[in-house]
Each structure stands twice: as C-alpha cells, then as structure tokens.
C-alpha cells in the first residue's frame, strides 16, 4: 500500500479515536454523576422506584457502550501498530488484501469480508 494511502488510513484511526475519547469520557463523566458521589447527597437519589429503575437501566447502557468504545479503541490502537509494521490491509487469515472501500468503512479491520463472515458464522 502506498504511502500516502497509509497516510489516509492512519488519519482516519486517530480521528475516530478522538471521537470516541471524547464520547467515552462524556458517558463516563454523565455515568459517575448520576450514580452520586458517594457520600450521601440525597440530592442524585431518584424519588421513586421506576425512576431508579430508569436510573439503573440507563446507567447499565451507558457501561455497555463504554465497554464497546474500549474495544473499538483496542481495535484502532492495534491498526495503528500494523501501520508501523507494514502488516495494515493484510488479512489475518487467508494474508489476501483487504479491500480498501472495507478499509474505508472499518480502518481496523483485519479481515477481509469472505473470512470475517466465516469467522462470524462461527
């Protein structure tokens, strides 16, 4: 892959690493706050029970996103390193070139989409 097409790629890894940094700290930050500060303040507690129940659950979607941008976050960190190692664009499985509309879609990818279905179906 040429240069300059590394160059792309690697700018849209870190682009969308930004975004999803500032995502993940927004619902981490919204995510303490709503679960209080832990010393009592009467304040954050909801007044009735569907509304802890509302509370909980949304707490709980917001710690399943976070968990999902902490991994696509791994995956980005990990494009990036196979950028410096010249690996970027090669599929893991069957070592084809990963097409560069997937790559364009999904920078991180390490598969291409015959084998990430394989993988999948599994």
């Known amino acids: ?24 700290d927004t619902l981490e930050g919204e995510t303490m706050k709503k679960g209080g500060d832990g010393a009592g303040d009467l304040s954050t507690m909801p007044g009735h029970l569907a509304e802890l129940a509302s509370d909980n659950s949304e707490r709980d979607l917001s710690y399943g996103r976070m968990e999902s941008q902490s991994e696509e976050l791994k995956e980005i960190e990990e494009a990036l390193e196979r950028i410096k190692d010249g690996s970027f664009g090669i599929c893991e499985k069957c070592e084809a070139k990963i097409p560069k509309e997937r790559l364009r879609a999904i920078p991180y990818a390490r598969m291409c989409v015959r084998c990430q279905g394989k993988e999948e179906s599994r």
């Open 1 to 24: 892959m040429a240069k300059s097409e590394l160059g792309e790629f690697r700018s849209l890894l870190l682009a969308r690493g930004r975004s999803l940094r500032g995502d993940f």
